[in-house]
């Protein structure tokens, strides 16, 4: 891995709105993140697409990690250019290739990664900065372990305890946090590989509401591991709130 990537993935954790790295200058930033040499074959001008049809293309892996660290710096330098993206793939500017990048807790890059496990469905809701302003309900895994070429060995990103005892322990359990969104950041960054939008993680919650049915009346809700449970609207809302539970059909 070169000097300039390392500054990137292990210097900060904190990023500024303009999504740059908090603790190194504007100018080092810029330079790291825009410096591409003028001899590699991407050293055009890239910006974000928004064309269906060329998203649903399938990508390649890049030859080697050199290949998608040139990339990744082209990304980098649109996602900050986007304000409020936290991630953006390489087909997403129109290079059908297996790299992306995102920026939650801190700037990483993933060069032709694979998703090797996917743990505890979750419902959540997502962007993406080819669809600007819409936002939708998908369902996603709570944890996800993964691999990459500039990655030694697999990691694991998302909810870091043991999700099926915690929930057990504490039915109530509140799903947050910035782990959370960067696992799901990732899994939508990595689908994009694959020709996959959102739009086809679409979560359809079945049409319940406290005005059709009353506060007080039963429901059943079913977690993502299957347990039911009969409670009132209003004690059954908060949980289905979580994306931890839903209501049964
Ligand atoms: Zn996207």
Not at 32 to 54: A, F
Request: charge should be negative; hydrophobic fraction near 35%; charged fraction near 30%.
């Amino acid at each position: 891995m070169d000097e300039t990537m390392n500054v990137i993935i292990d210097k900060h954790i904190n990023t500024s709105e303009t999504g740059l790295p908090q603790n190194i200058t504007k100018d080092e930033a810029d330079r790291i993140i825009t410096e591409v040499d003028s001899n590699s074959k991407y050293s055009g001008d890239y910006h974000i697409i928004y064309n269906e049809k060329q998203l649903r293309q399938k990508c390649t892996n890049v030859d080697s990690v050199e290949e998608g660290q040139e990339i990744s710096r082209i990304l980098f330098k649109l996602l900050a250019q986007s304000k409020n993206g936290i991630g953006l793939s390489a087909i997403q500017v129109g290079i059908p290739k297996n790299v992306f990048v995102t920026n939650v807790k801190e700037p990483l890059y993933f060069v032709n990664a694979e998703i090797i496990k996917g743990e505890y469905p979750i419902i959540t809701e997502e962007g993406c900065l080819s669809f600007p302003n819409k936002f939708i309900k998908t369902k996603r895994n709570l944890k996800i372990t993964i691999k990459a070429d500039n990655i030694k060995g697999e990691v694991t990103y998302g909810y870091q305890g043991d999700i099926t005892e915690d929930i057990k322990t504490n039915p109530n359990l509140k799903i947050e946090g910035l782990d959370i969104l960067e696992s799901v950041s990732i899994q939508h960054e990595i689908d994009h590989k694959n020709g996959i939008l959102m739009y086809d993680r679409m979560f359809h919650q079945p049409d319940f509401s406290s005005e059709k049915i009353g506060r007080n009346k039963e429901v059943c809700i079913v977690s993502n591991l299957g347990e039911e449970k009969i409670l009132k609207y209003k004690k059954a809302s908060p949980l289905i709130e979580s994306g931890l539970w839903r209501f049964k059909n």
